[in-house]
């Protein structure tokens, strides 16, 4: 599975958990509220649905047009098509939402998972939040490197634009760093939901219900430069 089919399954999962969706919404959930999939189509997305299906973590439901949107904008069976999540992908949701690993530090991936840190227990959200600041803090030395060895050569524009490079990653670091602190001191975000899921997370119990992020989130991989 490449990384871009691995992020659009995490976040089709996790959108899902909050509620059922035909493909026309969830595809606009997925184009407005994260934002590395601003430019995908349903030729993205219905095959991954289809894969999700076929592993069971989907199953396909009847249903009407979305709401706001006339039945004629939709054709064909897609347009009656509802899909939610079954147990066995919620399962597989909370498997995905304990990895920390490299790969959620990176650029693309990072974004779509601080989109469900509402969902996120909090040790995993400090592990993913200190392994995305090393990450960005490597570049960084390396980006300070390349332009000291290269300074006397680039020219205005050229130098401009690797300071440019250079302030986006500080000022992400510097984000960062509020974050990490901020869980540090048990303070918790304005995430509805996060309190109660980690006092769940203390006491082992939990309700099955979805906690989501309401409103705007930072996208920090907009301003980062590789």
């Given at each position: 599975?490449?990384?871009?089919?691995?992020?659009?399954?995490?976040?089709v999962?996790?959108?899902?958990?909050?509620?059922?969706?035909?493909?026309?919404?969830?595809?606009?959930?997925?184009n407005?509220?994260?934002?590395?999939?601003?430019?995908?189509?349903?030729?993205?997305?219905?095959?991954?649905?289809?894969?999700?299906?076929?592993?069971?973590?989907?199953?396909?439901?009847?249903?009407?047009?979305?709401?706001?949107?006339?039945?004629?904008?939709?054709?064909?069976?897609r347009?009656?098509?509802?899909?939610?999540?079954?147990?066995?992908?919620k399962?597989?949701?909370?498997?995905l939402?304990?990895?920390?690993?490299?790969?959620?530090?990176?650029?693309e991936?990072?974004?779509?998972?601080?989109?469900?840190?509402?969902?996120?227990?909090?040790?995993?959200?400090?592990?993913?939040?200190?392994?995305?600041?090393?990450?960005?803090?490597?570049?960084l030395?390396?980006?300070?490197?390349?332009?000291?060895?290269?300074?006397?050569?680039?020219?205005?524009?050229?130098?401009?634009?690797?300071?440019?490079?250079?302030?986006?990653?500080?000022?992400?670091v510097?984000?960062?760093?509020?974050?990490?602190?901020?869980?540090?001191?048990?303070?918790?975000?304005?995430?509805?939901?996060?309190?109660?899921?980690?006092?769940?997370?203390?006491?082992?119990?939990?309700?099955?219900?979805?906690?989501?992020?309401?409103?705007?989130?930072?996208?920090?991989?907009?301003?980062?430069?590789?």
């Open positions: 599975m490449s990384r871009r089919s691995g992020v659009l399954e995490f976040a999962l996790g959108l899902l958990r909050e509620s059922p969706m035909h493909g026309y919404e969830l595809r606009k959930r997925l407005t509220s994260l934002g590395v999939f601003r430019a995908f189509s349903y030729g993205t997305l219905y095959p991954c649905l289809k894969a999700l299906v076929a592993n069971g973590w989907l199953m396909e439901e009847p249903g009407g047009p979305p709401e706001g949107v006339p039945a004629t904008a939709l054709t064909g069976r347009a009656k098509i509802v899909y939610r999540l079954t147990t066995a992908g399962e597989h949701f909370e498997e939402l304990s990895h920390s690993g490299p790969d959620a530090w990176e650029d991936h990072f974004g779509v998972r601080f989109a469900f840190f509402g969902q996120t227990s909090r040790d995993v959200r400090m592990r993913v939040l200190e392994g995305r600041r090393s990450r960005l803090e490597e570049r030395e390396r980006m300070r490197t390349s332009l000291a060895r290269s300074r006397e050569r680039l020219d205005d524009y050229t130098l401009e634009l690797q300071r440019h490079g250079m302030e986006s990653v500080e000022r992400e510097r984000w960062l760093n509020g974050l990490i602190e901020s869980e540090r001191t048990g303070r918790d975000r304005h995430t509805p939901g996060t309190a109660e899921r980690d006092k769940q997370d203390r006491s082992g119990e939990t309700d099955g219900l979805p906690r989501h992020r309401d409103g705007s989130r930072p996208d920090p991989s907009d301003d980062t430069t590789t």
